[in-house]
């Protein structure tokens, strides 16, 4: 049935199968690879980098706020510190962190496919993001920018005297690296499936994949002429936004946020993918509501476009205006409460076990219930012009991004880390981990919601005393966080050296990645899968699959199958 | 066939119309995934140039009148409507381009696409004209700008020296302390007033068409690559699918224009009163 020849007998045991890692090693096989295995290698260990660039800034950031005066750092070094930690985070961190990494791996895994549509592309993706993020490395390293991740002109087009061009560019090259990847999903999506993978069997990461695709194509190009704009106002003079040429710098918070609203959602909804597959997997039972679910990820997309101008209550946009988006924005809420409510019901009377990437997913329901509800808060005018530019908005979108995106990462990353390198990390200090960075999150980021809601201003290095009991509170939250983010650094690049071997299947999951080899060959499967079962279908009172010893003693779980030999696979009950 | 030529690399075939990378099942999938592939980059670019036609909507909304005037006064509609022609012909020639590569008729395919890039590079003469002769005006935007509205009696620089100040408004003390200017209300009627609303035209014209004549040089250097390709027989342009995402990509570039001509170039001011009674 496949054209493809194979070249090696799956069956045989004399000597180790090639797989995606070990087929070749030279560094010329990993920098000009097409597989988009070795690509979503690439980028995990990429924005692992940027995330400790960005961790860094942060943690100065918060032993800055431990006094109430500035005395670690100047106002004008607090400033190119926050901006920094922002920028990178977001452009270079969160928003390639789950599409790029786990997407890129797994979404042809997912489908049955040997690769992306555009292998080539992809590979191109990942060197517009390191140049991306060379200019970021390069700005900071020439002293950084002081505009914040924003961008607000007319400050950041005049007045400004950091490196904003060439943070400018970081950011304009990081996007269209995502949006290289948003084309490269939707066709492989659209064009790539197996023989049998219809819609409606699509993994539910998938489908968010597909959403988040959405959102990179349609508003990363409108973000990335924004930035042109700015560029070209600020060393050419050619400016619409300058005020004094009777340019609106207003036009440029609505270009911004036309893109960088839906972009919390890039960075939210393939999280939502990963947790819909955990909470599945370790309820081992169906996802409550799957159409639902699929059909929540795309209205979130569309509703996400519409809601942007509830960043600019304040702004003097017009009343009527700001009714409008505070409507939209309320409504944005119902799929996202559609998701959580099915994942709860996922939950109850499933077969719950609480494996280290189960904890990573609980976590982010609660995290996201948080995020999300104080959302709501924002996107009431009234409140918001109480709480706008304080440490409230700051709680609320760090629980929603950090609480949620990337507890998902987290999450994706263990429960996927043995089919990705073949090796079981230490699950007792991934357990420890997973409950570290729970307390410490919240530790770090609710008294941020009470001094907020105080009247603690958001970037500022200078506070009242009186505020001086949250912020070494939230201060000593984040030392405890720091802590539990790199616990995993340690234990998960140890299992690379000293990890038992992991079986295809350690979770007894039934997704058709799990049928791939761990890790899988260079392309995938060995033989072409034909998809003759729903998504999701767990036996809830069949046996768990779980991975409880070292290969040999599982050998019988681990399935190879392929169309012809019509094996049904492990996990998936006979019959439909 | 080795690991090594696994992904992205064409499989070799007797028939090069036939090749197909390895990652896909047949060749008919690979095909329809460029064009998929194709369409979803246009419909990007959509967006790159939508969010220029917003900011151009939202200054000829706050100023219909005005910067009609100017379009009027400043852009030649001729040398615009030579550019359209142009370009729509250089549509023609590429679309024939396209179905002579499907009808494999080789040195069609040389014709039409050198015809394609003869005209494309006809259009950014024309625009080098006018690109000169507002250089040579001071109309473009910059420390250098310089703008006269029609039955202005004294000359107002804006980005240099003279400054129309609002007296003992927050502004002044700013711009005194940074020894720039900054007004935030445009001053209507002025001089300085038509000035701002010219720069914004400029600045808007310079940054559309640029953006526009940056996409055209682009399709001529695909182009040329393609046509270098075709002439050393590489197996990557055995077949028309790049000569046809190549047309899909041209298309897309006049069709820009065909919108830009009208927004930039026949803004009349006659059309605006007529809109607006």
């Known amino acids: 049935m496949s054209d493809i020849p194979v070249h090696h007998d799956p069956h045989s045991h004399d000597q180790p199968e090639p797989n995606y890692l070990n087929w070749s090693h030279t560094v010329k096989d990993w920098l000009l690879t097409g597989d988009h295995k070795r690509i979503g290698m690439l980028y995990l260990i990429s924005v692992t980098i940027f995330f400790i660039v960005g961790g860094v800034a942060a943690m100065f950031i918060r032993v800055e706020l431990l006094t109430p005066k500035a005395d670690l750092f100047s106002l004008e070094t607090y400033n190119r510190i926050f901006s920094a930690h922002g920028i990178v985070m977001i452009f270079f961190f969160l928003i390639p962190s789950i599409p790029a990494t786990l997407g890129n791996f797994l979404i042809p895994l997912m489908i049955g496919a040997k690769d992306l549509a555009f292998p080539r592309l992809n590979l191109l993706s990942w060197y517009i993001y390191v140049i991306g993020g060379t200019f970021a490395v390069l700005a900071l390293v020439f002293g950084g920018v002081d505009t914040g991740w924003t961008f607000y002109t007319p400050y950041s087009s005049m007045f400004s005297n950091g490196n904003v061009v060439l943070t400018i560019f970081a950011a304009f090259f990081a996007g269209f690296s995502s949006i290289f990847t948003g084309i490269n999903f939707i066709v492989t999506i659209h064009k790539m499936r197996a023989p049998g993978m219809t819609w409606f069997r699509l993994p539910l990461f998938v489908w968010a994949h597909y959403a988040t695709s959405l959102i990179m194509v349609l508003g990363t190009p409108v973000v990335a002429i924004t930035l042109l704009l700015l560029v070209a106002e600020r060393s050419l003079h050619l400016g619409i936004f300058n005020p004094n040429n009777g340019g609106d710098p207003v036009l440029f918070q609505h270009m911004f946020w036309f893109y960088s609203h839906p972009a919390v959602y890039i960075m939210i909804l393939p999280g939502m993918g990963v947790i819909s597959e955990i909470i599945a997997c370790f309820s081992r039972k169906r996802i409550f509501g799957y159409s639902f679910v699929a059909f929540s990820s795309l209205a979130i997309a569309l509703l996400g476009f519409f809601v942007w101008g509830h960043h600019m209550f304040t702004t003097g946009q017009s009343m009527y205006l700001g009714m409008v988006f505070s409507i939209l924005s309320f409504m944005v809420a119902v799929p996202s409460a559609i998701k959580v409510f099915n994942w709860a019901s996922t939950l109850h009377k499933g077969r719950v076990s609480f494996h280290s990437p189960m904890l990573y997913a609980l976590g982010f329901m609660g995290l996201f219930l948080i995020g999300g509800l104080t959302g709501l808060f924002l996107s009431t005018m009234g409140v918001d012009i109480h709480l706008q530019d304080t440490y409230f908005v700051v709680a609320h979108f760090h629980y929603v991004m950090v609480g949620g995106a990337i507890m998902a990462f987290l999450g994706g990353v263990h429960f996927w880390w043995p089919k990705m390198t073949g090796r079981m990390y230490n699950e007792n200090m991934a357990k420890v981990a997973a409950v570290m960075i729970f307390v410490g999150f919240n530790a770090t980021f609710f008294p941020q919601f009470i001094v907020g809601y105080l009247g603690m201003p958001r970037r500022y290095a200078v506070y009242p005393e009186e505020f001086q009991f949250w912020h070494i509170l939230s201060t000593m939250g984040a030392t405890l966080l720091g802590l539990g983010y790199a616990m995993p650094g340690v234990y998960l690049v140890a299992s690379l050296f000293n990890g038992k071997k992991a079986p295809a299947n350690p979770w007894g999951a039934v997704g058709l990645e799990w049928h791939a080899d761990s890790p899988p060959s260079p392309h995938n499967f060995h033989e072409t899968p034909i998809v003759t079962w729903e998504a999701y279908e767990y036996d809830i009172d069949g046996e768990a699959g779980m991975y409880d010893g070292p290969l040999e003693g599982n050998e019988e779980k681990r399935t190879n199958f392929g169309g012809e030999s019509g094996t049904e696979p492990a996990g998936h009950p006979a019959g439909d | ?277």
């Not at chain 2, 998929?36 to 967006?47: K, P, S």
């Not at chain 2, 393609?226 to 790049?242: N, Q, T």
């Open chain 2, 1 to 277: 066939m080795s690991v090594e030529t696994l992904h992205g690399e064409p499989v070799q075939s007797d028939d090069p119309h036939q090749a197909f990378a390895v990652h896909y099942k047949e060749r008919k999938q690979q095909d329809e995934s460029y064009i998929v592939g194709m369409w979803t980059f246009l419909v990007t670019e959509i967006m790159f140039f939508g969010a220029l036609f917003l900011a151009y909507i939202v200054f000829r909304n706050i100023w219909p009148g005005e910067l009609s005037e100017i379009s009027r006064e400043h852009l030649n509609v001729k040398l615009g409507f030579i550019n359209t022609l142009i370009l729509l012909t250089s549509s023609l020639t590429m679309a024939m381009a396209v179905q002579s590569a499907q009808r494999k008729i080789e040195g069609r395919v040389y014709f039409f696409m050198f015809a394609t890039i003869a005209l494309a590079l006809c259009f950014m003469g024309v625009k080098f004209v006018e690109y000169s002769k507002k250089y040579n005006e001071n109309h473009v935007p910059g420390p250098l700008f310089h703008y006269v509205a029609e039955g202005a009696e004294t000359k107002a620089t804006v980005a240099g020296v003279e400054v129309v100040k609002t007296e003992g408004s927050t502004e002044v003390a700013h711009e005194a302390e940074h020894g720039r200017k900054f007004s935030l209300e445009p001053v209507k009627g002025s001089a300085t007033s038509s000035a701002q609303h010219a720069e914004i035209f400029f600045s808007l014209y310079f940054i559309m068409t640029g953006l526009h004549g940056i996409h055209v040089i682009l399709g001529v250097l695909v182009m040329l690559i393609i046509i270098v390709m075709m002439w050393f027989k590489s197996p990557l342009v055995a077949d028309f699918m790049p000569i046809e995402m190549t047309g899909l990509y041209w298309h897309f570039v006049d069709i820009v224009w065909i919108f830009l001509y009208p927004a930039l170039y026949l803004a009349h001011p006659d059309l605006q009163k007529f809109l607006h009674g």
